[in-house]
C-alpha cells in the first residue's frame, strides 16, 4: 500500500532500528566505493563485477579507492566464503 502524498520518513529513526536489528554498518561504505569506481569507468551497472575491499571493511579498512580493487562476481564471492546469493 502507498504511503500518503505528505508522509516523511524518519532517517533517525529507522538508522536506530537497523543498528538494532543488527544491519550491517559498512552497506553504506561499499556503495560509496561502487559510486567511485562506476565514475572513474572501472565497473558498470550489471558488468558482474564486484569492487573488492583489499583490507576488509570489518578490519578497519576504509573505502578508499587505494583500498579497493575490482574482481568478477565469482571470484570475489568465492575468496570471500559468501554464500550463493548473497
Known amino acids: 500500500m502507498p504511503s500518503s502524498p505528505h508522509y516523511k520518513r ?3 529513526q529507522e538508522m ?3 543498528t538494532k ?3 550491517d554498518k559498512g552497506r553504506a561504505k561499499r556503495n560509496k566505493a ?3 569506481a562506476e565514475k572513474a569507468g572501472k565497473v558498470a551497472k550489471g558488468d558482474g563485477k564486484d569492487v573488492d575491499h583489499i583490507k576488509k571493511l570489518s578490519s ?3 573505502a578508499k579507492d587505494g583500498n579497493t580493487r575490482v574482481r568478477s562476481r565469482h571470484a570475489n564471492r568465492a575468496d570471500n566464503k559468501h554464500r550463493k546469493g548473497e
Open 60 to 62: 578497519g579498512g576504509s
Open 16 to 18: 536506530s532500528t537497523a
Open 34 to 36: 561502487r559510486r567511485h
Open 10 to 12: 524518519n532517517y533517525t
Open 21 to 23: 536489528r543488527g544491519e
